[in-house]
Nanobody, 120 residues
Framework: VQLVEAGGGLVQAGGSLRLSCAAS????????IGWYRQAPGKQRELVAA???????TYLDSVTGRFTIAGENAKNTVHLQMNRLKPEDTAVYSC???????????????WGEGTQVTVSS
């Protein structure tokens, strides 16, 4: 299963960005899809995710500013990031977990990552 990410870039504090992640391949179902981020010198952390197509989870520090939404029919998820802060600067990576068509084997796939930089 491949994940293709789009979005990211440089924005001033208070601005907005939208990340998208599209999954492709022999997908039977996606159980969880979401975004992680890793800033230099810090551990990777879960930013937001959707489970079972509708259950959302957010990092406390982004709650109320970020919104994750899925397009189930397209195996795509979007992360709308508003009121961005310099501390949101990181490499954002998409992750998806689920089952493939062949033998219903599990998959756990990652995108290449996209840089988000918020200037003060």
């Amino acid at each position: 299963v491949q994940l293709v990410e789009a979005g990211g870039g440089l924005v001033q504090a208070g601005g907005s960005l939208r990340l998208s992640c599209a999954a492709s391949g022999s997908i039977h179902r996606i159980d969880t899809i979401g975004w992680y981020r890793q800033a230099p010198g810090k551990q990777r952390e879960l930013v937001a995710a959707i489970a079972s197509g509708c259950i959302t989870t957010y990092l406390d520090s982004v709650t109320g500013r970020f919104t994750i939404a899925g397009e189930n029919a397209k195996n795509t998820v979007h992360l709308q990031m508003n009121r961005l802060k310099p501390e949101d600067t990181a490499v954002y990576s998409c992750n998806a977990q689920g089952r493939v068509i062949m033998n219903l084997r599990p998959f756990d796939s990652w995108g290449e990552g996209t840089q988000v930089t918020v200037s003060s």
